[in-house]
């Protein structure tokens, strides 16, 4: 899955396993801290719906910026170009901006604990069921993937052994969660955001100083990899080729609607943040200000890819030397002194751990939530679930240890998460925005068109793609297609299924259709009593539609630069 070149090892000293050990002890300090305010499940799971938005807001992006993200982007970047950046501006600020503006109402109002909590409320417990268990494999799939990463990455720069990388990492993870529940793992997100940036800045303004600047790196790239290795459209017409692979088409649809609007909008282990916040104001502020640096994260995430293409031009190209996944620690090793390298190395830890924790804290509420108590153990006492979160919570964290493995024949590991997006987060997409928009859609619609499109996604990559039966160039432009036929197939289904079984009555629907309205979604909690309205959230610029508008914009603004 990530295979680092020998000879990466980093020159750290005494001083950078300094800054690396006071991490992990603010890291453990926040879950004690955050422990005094768990007295109850909902404390656990979902910090007692009391958090700020700026804190949900930065916890969001970072439950999202994990080492996974950074190593992955960064190897996209050194290995398709520019043509990364449709992963955020097209392929999230847009789906972001939907989630605060349309669902949250829908989420936060009904006052569900989870996603697949929603399905059970809109089509009933067969979706449910097949959701919340699809969910929860996918996140320990994921959660694997980040701690058997860094101890990976962590063997190569600092030459620890792999079990004690992921001993180390497993422990403080399942600690600072265990101990504190989701506020521990929030706020420790927003810590590792600030970690992350004071890592990436510095690497990438010296990587640029290093190779001329833009214009020097624009240079270089241009003369060796062709003008459109920087521009983000050139070379995406229908029958044209280029590194990505992919088509104006395929992105557009393919990336941008219905992989994105499927991960953002449906995956738990972000929506989750925005549950946990401490009104409806707030939750739909939440992915609203995340989109603000998520739309600048690619200057230090894809350009250090790009850098590292010209400082290392073999990067990639043979299978015993530099690979891909090389691009970020290549440049630790090469351009970072002693104290800021331990920064550096901090901060790779601090996004690995960024995003197992968002992860593992989904995982245990929805194993436990929509699965445990569900299903298995009905109606025991409140203290009873609170202790089979924590039980769950080093389960999942051990499933996490054995689950990444499997993903070890992906040189480029956001090929292999992008895979789990379109087998999972596609589907649970079409049922959700066909549920939410269509009063008719039935019961059984919701279930067979999400079991369909999960399968449909699965047969076309696995058969179609992998066994040759169709011809696409890349593992990206595979994943695009392959979301693409899970949509389409869905919904199809879906639309079959309910023009023969019978809808769900109307009065059952309030606040999980669009154009009807739940008590919440009128500043009401679920018994008609006025919830309190935090003080300054009729302010201007706390508007959603203000904040959400502005960063489409500003993403679109961004395209300019590199679209001529």
Same mark, same amino acid.
């Given at each position: 899955m990530i295979t680092l070149a020998e000879g990466l090892r980093l020159p750290t000293n005494a001083l950078d396993y300094t800054i690396l050990a006071l991490y992990f002890i603010v890291v453990l300090g926040i879950g004690f801290a955050a422990r005094r305010s768990v007295r109850t499940s909902l404390d656990f799971f979902l910090s007692g719906r009391s958090l700020p938005a700026w804190v949900t807001g930065l916890a969001f992006v970072a439950a999202n910026l994990g080492a996974t993200e950074i190593l992955g982007m960064a190897a996209n970047g050194a290995q398709y170009g520019t043509y990364t950046v449709h992963w955020y501006w097209i392929g999230a600020i847009p789906a972001m901006v939907f989630l605060g503006l349309v669902m949250m109402p829908f989420y936060? &109002? &009904?006052?569900? !604990?989870?996603v697949p909590e929603f399905l059970l409320h809109r089509f009933g417990p067969s979706s449910h069921l097949l959701s919340s268990v699809i969910f929860a494999v996918s996140s320990v799939l994921i959660a694997g993937v980040n701690l058997y990463a860094m101890a990976i990455v962590l063997q190569a720069l600092l030459g620890w052994p792999q079990w004690v990388a992921i001993v180390v990492a497993g422990f403080f993870v399942l600690a600072y969660i265990t101990i504190g529940g989701l506020s521990s793992a929030i706020? /420790?997100?927003?810590l590792q955001f600030f970690v992350i940036l004071a890592a990436l800045i510095p690497l990438t303004v010296v990587g640029l100083k290093r190779v001329g600047?833009?214009?020097?790196? /624009?240079h270089s790239l241009s003369s060796s990899h062709g003008e459109a290795f920087l521009t983000a459209w050139k070379g995406t017409g229908i029958g044209e080729s280029n590194p990505l692979g992919a088509n104006w088409l395929t992105i557009v649809l393919g990336l941008g609607f219905v992989m994105s609007f499927g991960y953002w909008t449906t995956n738990f282990a972000e929506v989750q943040r925005a549950l946990s916040a401490k009104n409806l104001s707030a939750a739909r502020r939440t992915p609203l200000i995340a989109a603000f640096p998520k739309v600048l994260i690619p200057m230090v995430v894809i350009v250090p890819g790009l850098i590292a293409l010209v400082m290392e031009p073999t990067l990639g190209k043979s299978a015993d030397g530099l690979q891909y996944n090389?691009?970020? #620690?290549? +440049?630790? !090793?090469? +351009?970072l002194p002693n104290g800021v390298l331990g920064i550096a190395v901090t901060g790779l830890p601090a996004a690995f751990m960024a995003?197992?924790?968002? /992860?593992? &804290?989904? %995982? /245990? *509420?929805? %194993? *436990?939530?929509?699965i445990w108590a569900a299903y298995l153990k009905k109606g025991r006492a409140d203290a009873y679930y609170l202790a089979t979160g924590r039980v769950v919570t080093a389960v999942g964290v051990l499933i996490g240890m054995g689950t990444a493995f499997i993903a070890s024949s992906f040189s480029n590991i956001m090929n292999y998460l992008q895979t789990l997006f379109s087998f999972f987060n596609v589907p649970l997409f079409v049922v959700f925005v066909i549920g939410m928009f269509w009063k008719r859609t039935s019961a059984a619609a919701g279930f067979w068109g999400l079991l369909s499109g999960t399968v449909a996604a699965m047969v076309n990559y696995f058969w179609f793609y992998q066994q040759g039966v169709i011809s696409l160039p890349s593992d990206q432009g595979a994943n695009f297609v392959s979301s693409i036929v899970a949509f389409v197939v869905g919904a199809l289904v879906m639309v079959a299924v309910t023009l023969v079984t019978k809808p769900k009555p109307a009065d059952s629907l309030a606040g999980l259709v669009y154009g009807t !309205? &739940? #008590?919440?979604?009128?500043?009401?909690?679920?018994d008609g009593r006025e919830e309190p309205a935090a003080e300054g959230d009729d302010a201007w610029y706390r508007k959603p539609a203000l904040l959400g508008w502005g960063a489409v914009v500003l993403a679109a603004a961004c395209y300019v630069p590199f679209s001529f």
């Open positions: 936060y &109002s &009904s006052k569900v !604990r989870s706020y /420790n997100e927003v600047g833009w214009d020097g790196l /624009n090389d691009a970020i #620690p290549v +440049l630790m !090793r090469d +351009l995003g197992m924790a968002a /992860n593992v &804290s989904s %995982f /245990n *509420t929805v %194993f *436990t939530h929509d !309205r &739940s #008590p919440g979604m009128d500043g009401r909690d679920v």
